[in-house]
């Protein structure tokens, strides 16, 4: 498995992102764990979570626990392994999704996830989502303080803006080292902040980077450019995308999401695809 970095922190090239283990059309815990003990197998190091992913009001965390159950349970040694969440965003149990990015629940909200994933500090905390209700630089201090005490080790955000990266690194003291946006082939609107994040060397982890749950299936079919080229490698189109992803800049951290092992099997095994230039080229046109 190829190495990136994040903060001083090496880890795989392709991660696995946790939401559609815990949201609407979940799969049962067994095979939940199982995709997770699959990822480990494959050699992914960054499992992204967020105590939001969840469907009712009364299991906040269910996604963080299900991770913390996975890592666990896993038979091999998982110490390298760096466990991403995040908090200010929640879903009251209607199916909708709220913000909340008070100091002072951020501060509660961080350390509940630290206990449903059995940890003293927190890898990598990633303020969820900016709430308009609340001064972006107040949101981001808590997250600084957070840092400061050692209840996290690294900071990050995300669905952010150029500016608020750059009010966050400033606020952080330097020390952003994540900015986790929604990019796929489907989604490129982020490309200012992948370009800002390249020049800053702070990590960008894309979120739905195969387009989304929805929308995945119908990628080989709305992006003909990586059906054809994956049918050249013999590879699938979501390995493509996600080859196409990485080769975009040494930054970039894919975090798929999958609830299946087969699915983050045939994700890992994208960050040993070489697209030449051309490909990438072509892919980017597309």
Known sequence: MQHRTIGGRAVSAIGLGGMPMSIEGRPDRDRSIATIHAALDAGVTLIDTADAYHLHADEVGHNEELIAEGLRTYGGDTSDVLVATKGGHLRPGDGSWTKDGRPEYLKEAVKASAKRLGVEAIGLYQFHRPDPNVPYGDSVGAIRDLLDDGVIEMA?????????????????????????????????????????????????????PLGGISNAGELATRHAAFAEVAADHGVSPYQVVLAWELALSHVVVPIPGASRPASITDSAAAAELELTADEVARLSAA
């Open 156 to 208: 990050g955000i995300s669905n952010a803006d150029p500016g608020q990266i750059r009010q966050a690194q400033d606020i952080l003291g330097g020390r952003l080292v994540s900015v986790q946006n929604q990019f796929s082939p489907r989604f490129r609107s982020s490309e200012p902040e992948l370009d800002l994040c390249t020049e800053l060397g702070i990590a960008f982890l894309p979120w739905s």
